[in-house]
């Protein structure tokens, strides 16, 4: 599974966009990049999962550049209910039968 | 999508003593997975909870502290055995999908050795 490297925390104002970077130098070929969101006392929740370029869903999108080394998670518009930690996550494949090994993550604070 | 619920949600537990929590999915799942999260920390696995067989364990974690059971493709417990303080926690289950489903996590466990 490659390292992954995210910064510990962040702070950002209601309304903003915010744009969490993660760096996996070693990612594989087969590798895919995915993000968790964890709550205050809840389990980690599934946000989105890319490849290559960039991936959108209705809560977030995910930027991956061509070398593949990093990856930004954008959050556009946050509220004060985005306030949790975020997981990048990197492994072979989009078969979640795989164990998921968790990095530190990054801790968003989200201010009125 | 998958739904999993977990028992019991918080419990507060005498040292020595030893507690099951129980993980139950509302659909087969091929794997399933037991987590500990210390407050503030990321989660850390403690082993994969195979079916018909015996769970594989993380570094650091063995089967005579944490058994394992995974009679069938929709359910799991997990004993905390001998407990003392350190082993206070949260403890979460997680269950695997087919190819292209993502994780699903219960609400966890909130577990205090006094």
């Known amino acids: 599974l490659a390292k992954t490297t995210q910064p510990i925390s962040m702070d950002s104002y209601e309304g903003q966009e915010v744009n969490i970077t993660c760096s996996h130098n070693?990612?594989?070929?087969?590798?895919?990049i995915t993000w968790y969101q964890q709550f205050p006392s809840q389990g980690p929740r599934f946000i989105i999962q890319g490849y290559k370029t960039k991936v959108t869903n209705e809560v977030a999108s995910l930027f991956i550049p061509a070398d593949r080394k990093s990856s930004t998670l954008s959050l556009p518009r946050v509220s004060l209910s985005d306030t949790a930690v975020y997981y990048c996550l990197v492994g072979e494949g989009m078969n979640r039968d795989d164990k998921i090994i968790f990095g530190k993550g990054t801790r968003l604070h989200i201010l009125p | 999508s998958a739904v999993i619920s977990q028992k019991p949600s918080r419990d507060i537990c005498q040292r020595g003593t030893s507690l099951t929590i129980q993980c139950q999915v509302d659909s087969q799942v091929t794997m399933m997975f037991w987590y500990r999260q210390q407050p503030g920390q990321s989660l850390t696995l403690i082993a994969t909870a195979n079916q018909g067989s015996e769970a594989t364990y993380e570094s650091g974690f063995v089967i005579d502290k944490f058994p394992i059971s995974r009679p069938n493709l929709t359910f799991s417990t997990l004993t905390v055995s001998n407990m003392s303080p350190e082993d206070s926690s949260i403890y979460l289950c997680?269950?695997?999908?087919?190819?292209?489903?993502?994780?699903?996590f219960g609400q966890g466990t909130r577990l205090t050795v006094v």
């Open positions: 070693n990612i594989a070929t087969n590798d895919y």
């Open positions: 997680s269950a695997g999908g087919t190819l292209n489903t993502e994780a699903f």
